[in-house]
T-cell receptor
């Protein structure tokens, strides 16, 4: 069966520090991978998605970047965090053959102070 | 890409009652999905309804889709305290992406 791992669960970082959030998927190959951000009590904003190794599409201009160095690994990064980067970050995957349901990781609560 | 808009934003009911949440959208879709999120956790897929379907059931969940009105509803029957969560509709209308609405926060009181 497929599983998705996302870590860390919580992170407190000072303004201006770097960021690296990692997400890995097991039990499937060539998944579509996604990073979403959720503000407190709000909906999800799509940040990045990837349909293959090295292929990254960005949905919104921001202080963040994403990379996919391996088929089932998706990384969210920042060189210098801003206060506005605080939020709940969710990684997700879907079957690359159809526009079907997403499977989400457990999320990372990022607080930038 | 469009977002769905859920209504109401918050809903409080007693255990055993039915809960109905609505989602409206503006342009055509391939499918519409409903997800559940417990506080501080990831989202869990509940049900998917395609644009050529009008109603689907899964356990105590019933989803309807009215493409002429561009709206969907999620009905949870005989609610339980464990149903307390946020519920999101997600639209698939192009490409590989889903766009999510702001969600309905459901509280079921025991």
């Amino acid at each position: 069966s497929q599983t998705i791992h996302q870590w860390p669960a919580t992170l407190v970082q000072p303004v201006g520090s770097p960021l690296s959030l990692e997400c890995t998927v097991e039990g499937t190959s060539n998944p579509n991978l996604y990073w979403y951000r959720q503000a407190a009590g709000r909906g999800l904003q799509l940040l990045f998605y990837s349909v293959g190794i090295g292929q990254i599409s960005s949905e919104v201009p921001q202080n963040l970047s994403a990379s996919r160095p391996q088929d089932r690994q998706f990384i969210l990064s920042s060189k210098k965090l801003l206060l506005s980067d605080s939020g709940f970050y969710l990684c997700a995957w879907s079957d690359g053959t159809a526009y079907e349901k997403l499977f989400f990781g457990s999320g990372t609560q990022l607080s930038v102070l | 890409s469009q977002q769905g808009e859920e209504d109401p934003q918050a809903l409080s009911i007693q255990e055993g009652e039915n809960a109905t949440m609505n989602c409206s959208y503006k342009t055509s879709i391939n499918n519409l999905q409903w997800y559940r999120q417990n506080s501080g956790r990831g989202l869990v897929h509940l049900i998917l309804i395609r644009s050529n379907e009008r109603e689907k059931h899964s356990g105590r969940l019933r989803v309807t889709l009215d493409t002429s009105k561009k709206s969907s509803s999620l009905l949870i029957t005989a609610s339980r305290a464990a149903d307390t969560a946020s519920y999101f509709c997600a639209l698939n209308n192009a490409g590989n992406m889903l766009t999510f609405g702001g969600g309905t926060r459901l509280m079921v009181k025991p």
